[in-house]
């Protein structure tokens, strides 16, 4: 069983900054790709950006260019999200998510294997 565990989600002003952190525990072996997904109240969990370790390299939903950046460590099973000139509109509650293999699309989420539960991000306006 594979776990993982995010954090550095909190309240932060618009215009602000936050870093997520996710760490796998548990039975685990290198994965494919991660990814991060975001679900605000009322809405549809949408993907936000993910990394592939076997130089695949990084993609982000077109909302987060440019503000967004995700990085991490295969070894580690870790991944990071920063998150820069936040938005009230980036507040939800953001997941982690890992996947074993090269199959299914990285922006759809049934393509992952593995998920997180979940850490609140609010921005005040």
């Known amino acids: 069983q594979v776990q993982l565990v995010e954090s550095g989600g909190g309240l932060v002003q618009a215009g602000g900054s936050l870093r997520l952190s996710c760490a796998a525990a548990?039975?685990?072996?290198?994965?494919?790709?991660m990814a991060w997904f975001r679900q605000a109240p009322g809405k549809e969990r949408e993907f936000v950006a993910s990394?592939?370790?076997?130089?695949?390299?990084?993609r982000y939903a077109d909302s987060v260019k440019g503000r967004f950046t995700i990085s991490g460590d295969n070894a580690k099973n870790t991944v990071y999200l920063q998150m820069n000139s936040l938005k009230p509109e980036d507040a939800a509650v953001y997941y982690c998510?890992?996947?074993?293999?090269?199959?299914?699309?990285?922006?759809?989420?049934?393509?992952?294997?593995?998920w997180g539960q979940g850490t609140q991000v609010t921005v005040s306006s």
């Open positions: 998510a890992a996947k074993i293999s090269g199959l299914g699309w990285e922006t759809i989420e049934k393509s992952y294997n593995y």
């Open positions: 548990g039975r685990t072996r290198s994965s494919y790709s």
């Open positions: 990394i592939t370790w076997s130089g695949g390299g990084a």
